[in-house]
């Protein structure tokens, strides 16, 4: 044990299970459904090298030097241009780039949340973003979420009985973990809600262009006429996550703040990739890129989907998420996700049990989490038939 | 003004001076010795494409895949390996690689010091350091600061008299602003202080390997037995700081709680670059490079001591720094920096106040700083030029 004294705020603090998970040393023969990672097979690394070289060549001096705050000035602005059909960016607005979507929920509490103040979020919800409530000493209250998202009756009474609430923190187009889309009529109801009581959302949307069935609902960002939606959005799911690029729109008084708390924590981010990610969105090439990734994901979704209804559909329910990266997969009553996830560990399956993406990570919960995008459809065929096994062992009704 | 309600710790904090002068529009004739920015004639751009263009090629699904929070392991030992000299990495530490030496100071202060705990720092000092205190709603108390560092006398005095301190943070070794270099026996008693008064070391040394004269002192953290030094470095002034990769080294109890400090803040570093970085130290290139730093900073040094002492040696007085990118000049008593430097803008010379790096802003000073790393020779013999002309309206003996 540590003879340190640790600022209270990170004194109970624990690592991502998730993240640790993936360090955990793992055989040639272990299947992995446990990753949020996209697929490499979905990076544009030979046209991202062309700009890299054009970069070195021609713009290096600024690439290489110190940036501003704010972001590269035609990254924001090709960003804006981009997403302002979702109101991205939008008359009152600002957006800044950010060191991921991370970032953007890190500098929104810091922000606007004092320690002890209240912060109501799915729960099972996202464990970099819970991990961040915690670490700035704030009270976490979990709300249900099911198929059409977060229990927006449970949202209020929570509104209504919490003290000190100041954040409603929300992933509402293909939930991680829950694969779930919130309702246009819960999205309708937690903006009025979101007015009524005075509180802010954020809105975190790493999946939102990842769809493979289903219609487009609008972004809560573009249904807020309050300047109460902070919109925080990632190309690490749509270009690649090692680069670090994301970026947060909000009303530009609340960017501002979150602007000087960002010069304070990293300067800026990578400047190189901010300039690579402008010229790979000018040149016209997102859209085509996205429409592959859709495809590949589509088609591993699929795939699961019919390994899960031939192996274990008699054991488990789950949802058909309409995109991102997760099915979400309940036992029984009374069947515990952890024990089961054990047990594959043992059969070198790893998945990640639905406890450890709850609020109250003492609650047991019967769900799991099976991430489609990174393994292989071999490994996806024989991963999911060995779960079969399994749960023909464990679930006994 | 904003109706929004924002966080206690954010309400009163203002964005770096220094770094909206950068934004400020200047004519084209404009100098400016406003800036902390190395000269991207240093920056080694071919070197740099040449391994970009290897890792797309051999290594790109590691490089824009999700890594680890606590950095590119490979890099990690190279850095530990280069370092260890001076006790970076060293056997009850470890290593983690950051966004930047900035992200090294925020982290030290999000696991280490309460709301309302003291930092104890030298005044003058680096602003983005000051801003992030300030963004923890930490007490500042400021330290004066001479040609040998920081006044361990006053430092003691603070350490036995004020509440709650947590941390010193220095800025040891070519101190930004002042250009000092702490003596070696202040920093025997400092490192005596911090055990006795049981205090952590924050040793901010973005620019110890840049030495132009004089003789390497060791670090902090190669004195201390305690486990007390947070050593925070970076690749910015040394290989390029739009790249954003530093580092930090200190008790691994430390690091521990910094690494999940880190994961809810970026999740990591930009990952393509750690590996560039990587490469580029395990080629061997990187001492070679400094000393071509050293070349052209050290002139730039000279060229600009030369004409102060043409120009302005009966009006002010000035340390030769024996490294870094800054010389402090200071005006008779009775003389206000911020003054001069507004007569200088008006001139279109750009310099910095030497209030604006004071704990206290409101406290006048009349110190101001120049940097030459960035300016040509041209704009240094010309600014120097004009501001001894200036000099010779402003200050009348």
Redesign the interface.
Known sequence: M?????????KT????TI?EM??APSGPDSISFS????S?LT?P??K??EF??DI??DD??????????EGYAPLRQAVEERYRKHAIGSENDELIIT??A??AI?LSI??????GDTILCESPSFI?AL??FR?YNTRLVGIPVDKDGMDIDALEYALVNEPNVRIIYTIPTFHNPCGSTMSLERRTRLIELAQKYDVYIIEDSPYFELRYSGEDLPTLKSMDTGGRVIFAGSF?KVI?????IGYVSA?R??IA?M???K???????????QILVERYLSNGLLDDHIRECCDLYKQKRDRMLSAMEKHMSDKVSWNSPGGGLFIWAELPDGYDGQTLCNLLRERQIICVPGNTFNVDKMQTSCGFRLNFSLPSDEQIDRGIATIGEVLSEYVVM
Do not use: W
């Open positions: 540590s003879n340190f004294n640790f600022a209270d705020r990170i603090l624990e690592p991502s993240r993936l360090k990753a949020g990672n996209p490499p990076f690394a030979s991202m090298a890299a070289a070195f060549r290096y001096a600024t690439a290489l030097q110190y940036g501003i705050t060191s991921g991370q970032q890190d810091k922000v606007l949340v004092n320690e970099g991990n961040c670490s690490s690649a996550p090692g680069i670090r009303h008084d609340i703040r602007t000087i708390a010069q304070v924590s990293d300067v800026h981010t990578n400047l190189f990739f």
